[in-house]
């Protein structure tokens, strides 16, 4: 037994170690500042929508403009859209109507937002995503490093229920670490919806937009067809924060639903997905605790809430994982029982839209 709970081990010590060394990581700073073209797609608008808006349009950035996309003009999202303009009047902002229809919707807006786009720099970014002062610079900074394609970053939620909270837990304590370890075990195409920052150029390379217009996981997709050109993914220090708005416990099931499934038909299917288990601290601790093999048991604990501490208080400076602490273990036996879940099925529920993937990860009209 002893030896099977070696795996989990060296995971947890791993992604311990990855956190710790992200502590002390820094990007540095551009050298230019060319124009960026912010691309949001947006569907409806959560508390906090405004805030995220104003984020970006205050950037401590020279030249940049927001083109925003929505598919109604009666999308709650519009008056908050025509207030950040009235309130930026100087700031290039523009208002779209999605006229591009692709079984994944978001990139049919942005199939349209990148032809509107002005600059060669595109930012690319879920239309909830709260940015820091100095977001631009960052992650500009990042995409001047020698053979980088892409720039992405790491997100931490915000909610305003408890279902909710218990995501966002997932995000800071499980998502983030994982993140850190996928380049040491050989996924170096991750890229996250929260920050895409790529040159219109390389864009042009692999196809444009339209090569993801059936993709579910099309931030994932733009990762792997940028790495295709023989350019790298860099994770920038920046760090976001993106609205989880599950409402209750079934509205975040099917939002976690949806990411399980989607990992399994976006990377590896079934075989690469079967893997994921051993980041499962939390119930290996248990089959050892029942195996009698406390040390390792008690060890496997410890480690997993160090790496929740390490990765999601001080990454990324996300305040409820201190007061949640308590709550991963049981946080970490839902994510179990959603990966079970997802080892099957092919629909998921996304913008209000229920949609059937193929097992290549392709949506099915």
């Known amino acids: 037994m002893a030896y099977l709970l070696l795996a989990p081990l060296a995971y947890q010590l791993i992604a311990l170690l990855a956190s710790i060394k992200r502590l002390f990581q820094t990007d540095p700073p551009p050298t230019a500042f060319p124009p960026i073209s912010i691309l949001k797609p947006v569907y409806g608008a959560d508390p906090q929508f405004y805030a995220a808006l104003r ?21 709650p999202a519009v008056p908050h859209i025509e207030r950040l303009i009235a309130e930026f009047p100087h ?24 032809q ?9 970014n879920d239309g909830d995503i709260l940015a820091p002062p100095h977001y631009l610079r960052t992650i500009m900074g990042g995409l001047e490093q ?9 997100y931490r939620g915000r909610a305003e229920s408890f279902a909710g909270l218990a995501e966002a837990l ?24 929260s920050t895409l920052l790529l040159r219109r150029a390389d864009l042009a390379a692999i196809g444009g937009m339209e090569v993801l217009a059936d993709r ?24 976001v924060e993106t609205s989880l708005g599950a409402r209750g416990w079934r509205e975040a099931h099917e939002h976690q639903l949806r990411w399980a499934r989607t990992i399994r038909v976006s990377r ?12 499962f601290a939390t119930v290996w601790a248990i089959v050892a605790l029942l195996a009698g093999e406390w040390a390792i048991g008690f060890l496997l604990l410890a480690m997993r809430l160090n790496v929740a501490i390490v990765a999601g208080m001080m990454g990324l400076e996300d305040r409820n994982v201190l007061w949640l602490l308590g709550f991963v273990p049981l946080r970490d036996l839902w994510g179990a029982a ?18 059937r993937l193929r097992a290549d990860g392709r949506i099915v009209e």
């Open 116 to 124: 509107a786009a002005r600059y060669d720099v595109l930012l690319i």
């Open 216 to 239: 579910i996981a099309d931030d994932y997709q733009l990762g792997l067809e940028i790495s295709k050109l023989g350019k790298r993914v860099h994770l920038s220090t920046a760090v």
């Open 55 to 75: 984020s970006h349009a205050a950037q401590d950035y020279p030249h940049f403009e927001i083109l925003f996309s929505v598919a109604s003009p009666d999308d």
């Open 91 to 114: 700031r290039p902002i523009r208002l779209l109507s999605r006229e591009t229809v692709t079984p994944n919707r978001k990139v049919g807006a942005l199939i349209d937002l990148v």
């Open 268 to 279: 590896g299917g079934v075989i690469g997905y079967l893997g994921m288990p051993v980041t």
């Open 338 to 355: 959603v990966w079970v879940n997802g080892l099957w099925g092919d629909t998921v529920q996304w913008g209000g839209r229920w949609l």
């Open 146 to 154: 020698p053979g980088v394609g892409l720039v992405t970053a790491l």
């Open 170 to 193: 997932g995000v800071a304590t499980d998502f983030a670490p994982s993140t850190l370890v996928a380049p040491l075990v050989g996924v170096a195409e991750f890229a996250m919806g």
